[in-house]
């Protein structure tokens, strides 16, 4: 088994964690750290939509816990409850959280339903972004 698929297999274990009552729409989301440690997360629902947590933030915040601040690739997989996986990118706000910490060159993958993975920088998901070093 290869590293990248290592790290989707974090993120198809984590997404069949998710609780999404309302939308029925799980995501997983795996972060590899420079250390090589996956983290792992996945989307958590709420019925006042706007405090539920997005796979990549919860991933994010799993890092954060084991002590690392810095991402070196994030695999995000998603679909429909008990349906099929379907290319599933990172919302804007989880754009942002990617940029503030695996900056313009963190590499973000994606799988086609027909299992082809596409590899994309952050900088080709968020150009012109704002990120730490313009504070």
């Known amino acids: ?10 993120a198809e274990a984590a997404r069949r964690r998710a609780y999404a009552p309302y939308s029925r729409f799980q995501v997983g989301a795996a972060i590899r750290d420079p250390d090589g440690r996956i ?23 799993a890092m954060v ?5 810095q991402i070196a690739e994030i695999a ?27 900056g313009l060159t963190a590499r973000v993958h994606l799988r086609e339903p027909d299992g082809t993975v596409r590899t994309l920088t952050l900088d080709d998901l968020l150009p012109v972004s704002f990120g730490p070093e313009h504070l």
Do not use: K
């Open 76 to 102: 995000v997989v998603g679909g429909p409850e008990h349906g099929a996986e379907i290319l599933c990118p990172p919302c804007g706000g989880c754009r942002q959280r990617i940029r503030e910490f695996g």
């Open 39 to 61: 983290h792992a997360g996945c989307n958590v629902e709420n019925a006042a939509y706007p405090i539920g947590t997005c796979a990549e933030a919860g991933a994010l915040a």
């Open 1 to 10: 088994m290869s590293a990248l698929d290592d790290l989707f297999a974090a």
């Open 65 to 69: 816990l084991a002590g690392a601040d």
